[in-house]
């Protein structure tokens, strides 16, 4: 996603010119606030809402974490991403600024290629989900008569257009999209394709994760792999079991937000989905197995 709109919220002048000019020549709009009040108000009056900010956690008045809680509190900006900088970085301030709604962390100072890396990984996110909304407004009144079916993904364009043809079906499709995207990629790179998360960390700081996803799908020894969901309808909600080929994963780890990964570039996606998207997550046995509930849409 070229040109990416940024607000950068920061009371150090200098601080406010050390990103810019990180982020000036990667071709992103940037607009700045030295202060939460003024980012409150720019973002008050921006429409359409920025597409990440990057915040300073200490500033005097309005802090960091108070101007997370308002834009949390707000549909209009609850979904922005937000980089939280700071000098803050014990385990407790770690947890302290997750729970208030950042996903990604920087401890000042940082290098530009740590800022850079994040960056870019917001991109990728964001342009998976407007591609998934996309693809959910085509879908959204299709298999209206389902009762119980089974499905089979190979591909990450296999499971972005399964997640977003199911959830047509759901209560909250932004937020079901957003789930069963997550969980049925998850289970094509992690799984079946057997890349780590400190491997795709890795990959992502080079910018080179799609490339080899889509090495791996063509080596003989990955191409035959398939992920598989099946899908039940309830009285209320959809029951969904979504099952790799792989040889699992310390799922347990993943199913909150944890300040051991707040500075990766990844390893969000399960607990974000488990917060925002799903009744109930279940991980079965080894990990490459997952059950999930959905709220059905009414009739």
Same mark, same amino acid.
Request: net charge negative; charged share 30%; glycine share 8%.
């Given at each position: 996603?070229?040109? *990416?709109?940024?607000?950068?919220?920061?009371?150090?002048?200098?601080?406010?010119?050390?990103?810019?000019?990180?982020?000036?020549? #990667?071709?992103?709009?940037?607009?700045?606030? !030295? #202060?939460?009040?003024?980012?409150?108000?720019?973002?008050?009056?921006?429409?359409?809402?920025?597409?990440?900010?990057? $915040?300073?956690?200490?500033?005097?008045?309005?802090?960091?974490?108070?101007?997370?809680?308002?834009?949390?509190?707000?549909?209009?900006?609850?979904?922005?991403?937000?980089?939280?900088?700071?000098?803050?970085?014990?385990?407790? +301030?770690? @947890?302290?600024?997750? !729970?208030?709604? !950042?996903?990604?962390?920087?401890?000042?100072? =940082?290098?530009?290629?740590?800022?850079?890396?994040?960056?870019?990984?917001?991109? #990728?996110?964001?342009?998976?989900r407007?591609?998934?909304?996309? %693809? $959910?407004?085509r879908?959204?009144?299709?298999?209206?008569?389902? &009762? @119980?079916?089974? =499905?089979?993904? +190979?591909?990450?364009?296999?499971? &972005?257009?399964?997640?977003?043809? $199911?959830?047509?079906?759901?209560?909250?499709?932004?937020? *079901?999209?957003?789930?069963?995207?997550?969980?049925?990629v998850?289970?094509?790179?992690?799984?079946?394709?057997?890349?780590?998360?400190?491997?795709?960390? %890795?990959?992502?700081? *080079?910018?080179?994760?799609?490339?080899?996803?889509?090495?791996?799908? !063509?080596?003989?020894?990955?191409?035959?792999?398939?992920?598989?969901?099946?899908?039940v +309808?309830?009285?209320?909600?959809?029951?969904?079991?979504?099952?790799?080929?792989?040889?699992? =994963?310390?799922?347990?780890?993943? $199913?909150?937000? #944890?300040?051991?990964?707040a =500075?990766?570039?990844?390893g969000?996606?399960?607990?974000?989905?488990?917060?925002?998207?799903?009744?109930?997550?279940?991980?079965?046995?080894?990990?490459?197995?997952?059950?999930?509930?959905?709220? %059905? @849409?009414?009739?």
């Amino acid at each position: 996603m070229t040109g *990416a709109r940024i607000l950068v919220v920061d009371d150090e002048p200098m601080n406010l010119e050390i990103i810019a000019e990180y982020l000036d020549d #990667s071709g992103y709009e940037l607009t700045s606030a !030295a #202060s939460g009040e003024e980012a409150w108000g720019i973002l008050d009056r921006t429409d359409p809402p920025f597409d990440l900010l990057v $915040l300073d956690r200490m500033m005097p008045g309005m802090d960091g974490l108070e101007l997370l809680a308002l834009m949390r509190a707000d549909p209009r900006f609850e979904s922005i991403p937000v980089i939280l900088q700071t000098a803050a970085a014990s385990p407790d +301030q770690i @947890r302290e600024g997750l !729970a208030a709604g !950042a996903a990604y962390y920087l401890t000042k100072p =940082f290098e530009p290629e740590s800022l850079l890396t994040i960056v870019r990984s917001v991109e #990728s996110d964001l342009r998976d989900r407007r591609e998934l909304h996309d %693809r $959910l407004q085509r879908h959204s009144n299709a298999l209206a008569l389902v &009762q @119980r079916a089974e =499905f089979e993904v +190979q591909t990450l364009d296999d499971a &972005q257009g399964l997640a977003a043809l $199911l959830a047509g079906l759901c209560a909250e499709p932004e937020m *079901a999209v957003m789930g069963l995207s997550e969980l049925l990629v998850n289970g094509i790179e992690h799984g079946n394709l057997g890349i780590s998360f400190e491997e795709k960390g %890795r990959l992502r700081e *080079a910018d080179t994760w799609l490339e080899e996803v889509e090495r791996r799908l !063509a080596d003989p020894a990955h191409c035959h792999k398939r992920v598989f969901l099946s899908l039940v +309808q309830g009285p209320e909600e959809w029951s969904i079991v979504i099952e790799d080929q792989g040889k699992g =994963f310390e799922w347990q780890q993943f $199913l909150e937000l #944890s300040p051991e990964r707040a =500075f990766a570039p990844n390893g969000r996606g399960i607990a974000l989905a488990r917060q925002l998207a799903f009744t109930e997550i279940a991980y079965e046995g080894r990990g490459n197995r997952v059950k999930v509930r959905l709220p %059905r @849409r009414k009739a």
